[in-house]
């Protein structure tokens, strides 16, 4: 097998690239220790064995660390290792074996999102970012109704009051309504809301 690229993922990887496709990542001690270089030639087998050893329990590693910090869904997992450049096999098998062992559980991710984000975040807003993640449409319907969810009229109006004084909030009128309905609220509530708040001084 040829070695065609060796490129630096961070400043401690590197990924390898045999026969111009992608290996995987090696830290600078394997790329030594294989004795890897552009240009050279290394034995498929030894390789194939290196891979073997190595990539999976170095995966698993990376994904449980990442996990330790906070809740983490299996797209994170997933986009995390693929950025280390690890191949669909090795993300495969580690996602298998974090969710067999409860490590990642994306419906109990998509109940943490929601108590988390639902004070200041609307529903629909919630609900784009969990779908971004691939979160199922089951599980996010499922996390809402595990989760009491507060009046979004409350939510509005400390919004609007948050993003402008009451003094100044005729003229900015549009302004305001533009930011809320982009946060996913309806666009009658924010008028009746901004309403309410006029008429109260």
Request: glycine share 2%; aromatic share 10%.
């Amino acid at each position: 097998m040829l070695v065609t690229d060796i490129k630096k993922i961070d400043d401690k990887r590197s990924c390898l690239y045999l026969d111009y496709e992608a290996f995987g990542p090696l830290y600078a001690s394997d790329i030594r220790r294989l004795k890897l270089t552009v240009g050279s030639e290394t034995d498929a087998e030894k390789m194939q064995q290196f891979r073997s050893e190595y990539f999976f329990k170095r995966a698993m590693n990376k994904a449980v660390t990442a996990i330790k910090y906070s809740e983490k869904c299996e797209y994170d997992i997933r986009q995390k290792l693929k950025e280390l450049c690890y191949d669909e096999e090795v993300i495969d098998t580690t996602l298998d074996k974090l969710k067999k062992y409860k490590y990642i559980d994306d419906a109990r991710y998509a109940s943490v999102y929601v108590r988390s984000h639902i004070q200041r975040k609307s529903r629909r807003e919630i609900t784009f970012a969990l779908s971004s993640k691939k979160i199922l449409n089951e599980w996010i319907e499922q996390a809402f109704e595990e989760n009491q969810l507060p009046d979004e009229r409350e939510i509005v109006e400390k919004l609007i009051r948050k993003k402008c004084p009451v003094s100044e909030l005729s003229d900015k009128r549009e302004k305001v309504t533009a930011f809320l309905v982009r946060k996913g609220y309806s666009y009658r509530l924010v008028a009746s809301c901004i309403s309410e708040i006029l008429e109260m001084g």
